[in-house]
């Protein structure tokens, strides 16, 4: 059996190529990854923020933006240290971008809020405020005057979580409405359809808050 010595400085060598690698694997696939989630994590929250800040949620917008700062500050930080590495920088910005997209989707998974509609009409208003009613819709019918002559004015708030189904009895109830829908910063004592029971745990969670 032969044994083949090793000289220290093959060693010394070999460890150098380990952490060469190592450390080029980090730089160049880890880091990248790291600086992307963190970039899209906080702008997510950045945006569901604003949901807030808009809504006049102080106590949540000021949670949220603690998170958002400090997720930030980790991600530029990393940049800072790497400003000879591109992919950081490939990585930060994809990572905003691909944060705007989540933090949508997320708001609109959360439909936070209220709305108010707005359907104008010459006829078929009793067939809306009929339909709309039965499903614990509130309804307020006004008369008003139009270019063409008489209208109708049917308001409706409704929680933001119940806009399609709202505007599926508004569209199947008067094809030639004419509806507007705009955000409603509060609402209190109306009339709203029960809450589905899949979102009773994500409202005591925002509840609490």
């Known amino acids: 059996m032969i044994i083949k010595a090793i000289a220290p400085e093959e060693e010394v060598i070999k460890m150098d190529m380990i952490l060469a690698n190592t450390g080029s694997l980090y730089n160049w696939v880890l880091l990248p990854l790291l600086i992307f989630l963190a970039r899209v994590m906080d702008v997510s929250i950045g945006t569901v923020r604003i949901i807030f800040v808009a809504r006049g949620e102080r106590i949540k917008a000021t949670?949220?933006?603690?998170?958002?700062?400090?997720?930030?500050?980790?991600?530029?930080?990393?940049?800072?240290?790497?400003?000879?590495?591109?992919?950081?920088?490939?990585?930060?910005?994809?990572?905003?971008?691909?944060?705007?997209?989540?933090?949508?989707?997320?708001?609109?998974?959360?439909?936070?809020?209220?709305?108010?509609?707005?359907?104008?009409?010459?006829?078929?208003?009793?067939?809306?405020?009929?339909?709309?009613?039965?499903?614990?819709?509130?309804?307020?019918?006004?008369?008003?005057?139009?270019?063409?002559?008489?209208?109708?004015?049917?308001?409706?708030?409704?929680?933001?979580?119940?806009?399609?189904?709202?505007?599926?009895?508004?569209?199947t109830s008067s094809h030639n409405a004419f509806v507007t829908i705009e955000d409603s910063r509060h609402a209190s004592e109306g009339i709203f359809p029960r809450a589905n029971k899949r979102f009773d745990p994500l409202a005591r969670l925002l509840k609490s808050a």
Not at 83 to 93: K, Q, R, T, V
Not at 140 to 147: K, L, P
């Open 63 to 171: 949670i949220l933006g603690f998170f958002e700062v400090l997720i930030w500050v980790v991600a530029i930080s990393q940049i800072i240290l790497h400003l000879d590495n591109w992919l950081c920088y490939i990585a930060y910005a994809g990572g905003f971008a691909t944060g705007n997209c989540i933090g949508m989707m997320i708001e609109e998974k959360l439909a936070l809020g209220y709305c108010v509609v707005r359907i104008i009409t010459m006829k078929d208003e009793k067939s809306i405020k009929t339909r709309l009613a039965a499903e614990n819709f509130g309804v307020t019918i006004i008369d008003a005057e139009g270019t063409n002559g008489k209208v109708k004015m049917v308001l409706t708030v409704i929680k933001r979580r119940d806009l399609k189904k709202a505007m599926h009895i508004i569209d």
